[in-house]
Each structure stands twice: as structure tokens, then as C-alpha cells.
């Protein structure tokens, strides 16, 4: 398939994991990608997947002037986009009553102030028509312990799906959410989880296994192709059946 021949997407946090993922399956698909991450060495590593075409940035996702200098380092580029997928984050667990106000302060610039601030500056450089996907998570739904800043941060998500859709609609630009569950990623990897709450976990799953970064991929190039030009506003769950069932 090549959906987006000719088409330019940008993906934030690509380094690894569903980033990534999100990135070589664009780019399968025929678009030119630029990527973004903190770390040089894995970006351009990361780039190097992706073909002649990608372009990689390094951007440190958080804060209104990081969001400014990647809108102009595209303008400067005179590259404009047909599509974006906000992944950049971070997943800070801990209890209620440890959490610290450094650790609130680092997931919400990340997590929230700085897609917020990356799509009011990107505004310029959409192209009409334009998918905007933002990575949410399940744990915006379900009262996971030890997740309270991480949920109340991807929650914020849900949120910009429908009131930013319904500011941007007349720029013919649409945003929606994926919201992943459990998936098999380099993020999952550095919580460090247990083999028994692995399990307890994955007991949680009714299709019986963790979820694959490519699934995600495929969920988001689906809502940035204009094969999904009637869905506005919405969020899809990728969880295995975790919430449904």
C-alpha cells in the first residue's frame, strides 16, 4: 500500500517503541517521516530505519520553546505537514503518597504543556486535511494504582480529541486519541515490572498476551489516511479487550 506517497508525517518520541514502530510503518506506506527524540545516538539510529527520505530531530519535548524550534526548524525546511502523531512522553509510577511535586511538574510539561504548545505551533504548517493522532493510554479510564499522574496526564488527551477538533474543523484538520493498553515496548521495559505483577497484568488481558507496538501503528495510520476522514473527536481503545470485557 502507499496510502501517503507524497504525504510528509511527523512523530514525536520515535526513538523506540511504538514511535518507532508508528514511523517504519509510515514510511512503508509511502510517506516521507521526521522523527524526534532527546537522544542523538538512538535518533539517528532510528533514522537510518527509515530510508533516504526521513528526516530526524533532535527535540526535547516539554516545553513551549522546544515546541516553537521544531515548527521552525520544518518551516525552515519548507516542510509542511499531512499528518502528525504526538507520542512524545514519559510514564512516571509511583504511590500517592510519594509523589513529589518535580516528578507532577515532569510529566505534566511533558506530557501535557508540551503536545499541548506543539500543536498550537505546528498550526502554521498543516496541510488541509490534515490527521492529528494523539498516544493516550487506558490508564486515563481505570483506577490502576500508582498510576494517578500518568492517568490524569493521558486523560488530558481525551480531552483535546474532541475540544481542538472542534476548533480546527474549519482548517479541515481532525484529531483523535489511541489509547493503548499493556504492549511489549522499551518504556514497559524500564518500569521494571515484576514477574508476578507481569502476570497479575496479563491476567487482566482477555485476549491472553500484551499488545504488539506495531497493532498501535497500524490503529494510527488508519486515523492520520483519509480512509478515516468521518472520525472526529474520538478515541480508540487498543487494549486486548482490558476495558470492554
Known sequence: MNRFEGKT?????????IGLATAQAFANDGA??????RDEASLEK?????????????????????????????SNEHITLDAV?????????????????????ETFAINVKGPYFQIQSLLPLLNKGASIVLNGSINAHIGMPMSSIYAA??????????????ELLPRGVRVN??????V???????????????????????IGRFGRADE??????????PESGFIVGTEIVIDGGMMQL
Open 153 to 166: 496526564s493521558k486523560a488530558a488527551f481525551v480531552s483535546f480529541a474532541k475540544t481542538l477538533s472542534a
Open 85 to 105: 502523531f504526538v507520542n512524545a512522553g514519559i510514564a512516571t509510577f509511583g504511590p500517592f503518597a510519594d509523589i513529589t511535586e518535580n516528578a507532577w511538574d
Open 32 to 37: 516521507r517521516v521526521v522523527i524526534t527524540g
Open 216 to 225: 498501535v501503528a497500524a490503529t494510527v495510520l488508519h486515523l492520520a489516511s
Open 46 to 74: 532510528a533514522r537510518a530505519t527509515l530510508g533516504a527520505k526521513a528526516l530526524a530531530i533532535r527535540n526535547v519535548a516539554g516545553t513551549v520553546a522546544a515546541a516553537r524550534e521544531l515548527a521552525q526548524r520544518l
Open 9 to 17: 508525517v511527523l512523530v514525536t518520541g520515535s526513538n523506540s517503541g
Open 184 to 206: 511489549t515496548t522499551p518504556l514497559h521495559d524500564k518500569l521494571g515490572l515484576d514477574d508476578e505483577t507481569a502476570a497479575q497484568l496479563l491476567a487482566q488481558i482477555p
Open 177 to 182: 486519541v489511541v489509547s493503548p493498553g499493556p
